[in-house]
């Protein structure tokens, strides 16, 4: 399984960007998909989560300003950041939870760079 994600820039504060994230190879189901992200010196940090239910869970950072979606068919999770803050610069990883059809397996992206600046 491999994922792809785009869409990372520099914005300005109070800009917009949106995050994509596509995943491709051997895959009967996913069951949840999310975004972390990692700054300089940091731990890596869940900013938003989205079951196969489309129930949703975000870090109490990001609440009212950023928003996760999914598109099951395209194998697709994006991440809609608006109200972008200098704090929220980072490196912005995609994960899934998908299964071959056997047990479920986490896969990361690359990792995008996100960059606000004041």
């Known amino acids: 399984v491999q994922l792809q994600a785009s869409g990372g820039g520099s914005v300005q504060a109070g800009g917009s960007l949106r995050l994509s994230c596509t995943a491709s190879g051997s895959i009967v189901s996913i069951r949840g998909m999310g975004w972390y992200r990692q700054a300089p010196g940091k731990v890596r940090e869940l900013v938003a989560s989205?079951?196969?239910?489309?129930?949703?869970n975000y870090a109490d950072s990001v609440k009212g300003r950023f928003t996760i979606s999914r598109d099951g068919a395209k194998m697709t999770v994006a991440l809609q950041m608006n109200s972008l803050k200098p704090e929220d610069t980072s490196v912005y990883y995609c994960y899934m939870l998908t299964s071959n059809g056997d047990s479920y397996l986490p896969s990361w992206g690359q990792g995008t760079q996100v960059t606000v600046s004041s």
């Open positions: 989205i079951t196969r239910f489309g129930a949703t």
